[in-house]
């Protein structure tokens, strides 16, 4: 059976309240995720897959983190980012992306991810420039 977003959203959002439940998610969460990093063409070291288990509430958040993306699926959905380095987490300089659909698998989310990346290339604003593009957006008269 070949795993999709949408499947492992659905076993997401079960999880909560429930151990084995949450442990079931975060198994096949995380073979998703490693499925991806191995479909990028990722070698061990090259990327890290994590599995943060929240509290008795959420089902836990499963991460592959790379130099260059952040990709992060829970029982809310899954989004992915550029990112700066594996020690970048948070969005600052690049916006949360959602997939197109939930029916991809692993395959078909890399393809669809590679194809973003290459046409999407933000301008990165110094810190200056974003207080001046605020400034111009909410207080201009």
């Not at 909560?16 to 995380?30: L, Q, T, V, W």
Request: net charge neutral; proline share 2%.
């Amino acid at each position: 059976m070949t795993t999709t977003l949408e499947d492992l959203i659905r076993l997401a959002q079960f999880a909560s309240y429930n151990d084995e439940r949450k442990a079931f998610f975060k198994k096949h969460a995380m073979k998703f995720m490693r499925d991806v990093a191995k479909d990028w063409g990722l070698a061990k070291g090259q990327y890290d897959a994590r599995f943060n288990p929240g509290g008795i509430a959420v089902s836990g958040d499963a991460i592959l983190h790379t130099d260059n993306l952040y990709l992060h699926l829970n029982d809310f959905g899954f989004y992915w980012r550029k990112c700066d380095g594996r020690t970048a987490y948070s969005s600052r300089n690049y916006p949360n992306r959602q997939a197109s659909g939930l029916l991809l698998t692993a395959k078909e989310l890399v393809a669809e991810i590679q194809r973003e990346v290459m046409d999407y290339s933000p301008k990165l604003l110094d810190e200056q420039e974003a207080h001046n593009q605020i400034d111009q957006t909410f207080f201009s008269v």
